[in-house]
Structures are given as structure tokens and as C-alpha cells.
């Protein structure tokens, strides 16, 4: 099976701690490159992320991001610093005195260090995050793989029509061979010569070679083969495909420029659309 660089995935993850949300999205790219943008105190997480899309991923522009909403229902006991406190209140009262103002209590919690919460056990949250984005890679690999078979369906169909192309050529020939042979001899006619069989034969030979086209024709039944050949086999295989379409784009070149029938001269030009159509697409695959 083959795989699109192309996908989206989003997964959610609810815990006692609040709720992480995850989302991961690729384009393509010539090697594999991850860019992770995560909250400040799940900064730590981002090597072990890295680590991971590498196991399961080869190429692509990958990008991930990681949204973190706390519960404030989770939020640990409180703990006040009574020697701070006291020692602030005592202050605060001889203020108190020289300015003759009010001490506002929450003017004292408020002081830093006099309140704390405990914190919350990043170990457990980041454990199920991770979690959870390993059910997010899963997601995000069958969304690469589908996107992969609707590709390989387009390839294939496109690799068909070469092969009707090619067909094409073929049932043309022979009429492109007898026109060649009536086109030199009406030529030897007009110029009243009179015609030696075997300079005819000759020259006919060397025409036919000239505008033969049946190599391009086996390289490009040879190509069609390969390439399904490279999808059935499935991976990381869009750089071999890439490097097939530039062996077809040899071929229906050469074609082109051996055509001397408009059927032929069409169908190259319906090769070169075909091509490309698949090469567009070929930069997609992983």
C-alpha cells in the first residue's frame, strides 16, 4: 500500500487533569521535517514526539500541535505560609499605623509565597497525553493510506490509458510503413529515374529504421509494468516513481519526434498529459 504525504488527523484526550487536544497535519516535502508546537510545560515531550513520527513516518512537512485546557477542579490543596503571613500582617499594621489606612486581607494572600497549590503530576499528564497521540499517528497514518489508495487508483487508471496509446501507435505502423514505400516511389517517378529495386529496398530499410518506433514502444509497455509493479509493492516509494516518470517522459519524447503521422503525433501528445497528470500526483506519495 502506498501513502499520501497529505493528511489530517485531530484526537482528543479528557483526564482528570483537564483535556489535551492534538492535531496533526502534513504536506509534502523531499525528506521528512516536524515542526511541534506544544504549551510551555509540555516542552519536554516534544524529543519523545519527534522519536515517535519518525518510527512511522519517512517523508513529509509534518506539523503538530498540542492544545492544553487545565480542569480548575484538579487544582491541588492549598497551603498557607503562616510565617510569611504573619510576618507581613505585622508589617502591613505598623503601615497601617503611620498611614491610619485599612489592611485588606487579600492584599496578604496575594503576597508571593504566602499561598501555593500543589502542583499538578505532570508524569501522569504527559503519560496519557503521549497516549493519546500515538492513537492520533494511527489515525493520521489511515487517513495517509486512504488518501494513498485514492492516488494509486488515479496511477493506475492513467498507466492504462498509456498502455491504449501505445496500442494506438502500434495498429498505425504498418499504414506509416506501406505510405513511406508509395511516398519514395511516387518521388522516383516524378523525378523519371528509373527505379532499382534493391536502392529502393535500401532506402525503404533506412526510413523504417529512422522513424521506428517500436523500442519506445517496448520501454514504454516495460514502464507500465514497473510502475504497477511499484504500487503493488507499496512503502516509501515515491521517489522510484518520480524516477519513472522521467524514464516515460524519455520515451514519449522520442516519439514525438520520430512521429510523421498526425494519429501518432496525437497520441504522443496524449502520452505527455497522461504523464504529467501522473507526476503531479506522484509528488504526494510518500
Known sequence: MIHSMTAYA??????????????????????????????????????????????????????V??????????????????????????????VQQQSQGDINPVDILRWPGVMEAQEVDLDTVNSELLAGFDELVEDFKAARASEGENLET??????????????IVEGHMPEVNKWQREKLTTKLEELKAEIDENRLEQELIYLAQKQDVAE??????SHVKETNKILKKGGA??????????????????????????????AAVELKVL????????????
Not at 35 to 51: G, H, L, S, T
Not at 154 to 167: G, H, K, N, P, S
Not at 238 to 256: I, K, P
Open 216 to 221: 519506445e514502444l517496448d520501454r514504454l509497455k
Open 237 to 266: 516509494c515515491g521517489r522510484r516513481l518520480d524516477f519513472m516518470m522521467q524514464e516515460f517522459n524519455r520515451e514519449s519524447n522520442t516519439l514525438a519526434s520520430k512521429s510523421i503521422n498526425t494519429e501518432i503525433t496525437n
Open 65 to 94: 500541535y498540542l492544545k492544553f485546557t487545565a480542569n480548575p477542579a484538579h487544582v491541588g490543596e492549598l497551603s498557607i505560609n503562616e510565617t510569611l503571613a504573619e510576618q507581613l500582617i505585622k508589617s502591613a499594621k505598623w
Open 275 to 286: 504523464i504529467e497528470q501522473m507526476r503531479e500526483q506522484i509528488q504526494n506519495i510518500e
Open 10 to 63: 485531530r484526537r482528543e484526550v479528557k483526564g482528570e487533569w483537564g483535556t489535551g487536544v492534538w492535531e496533526i497535519r502534513s504536506v509534502n516535502q523531499r525528506y521528512l521535517e516536524t515542526f511541534i508546537r506544544a504549551p510551555e510545560q509540555f516542552r519536554a515531550m516534544e524529543p519523545v514526539v519527534r522519536e515517535r513520527l519518525r518510527k512511522h513516518l519517512q517523508r513529509g512537512k509534518v506539523e
Open 154 to 167: 488515479m496511477i493506475t487508471t492513467r498507466l492504462d490509458a498509456i498502455l491504449e496509446q501505445v496500442a
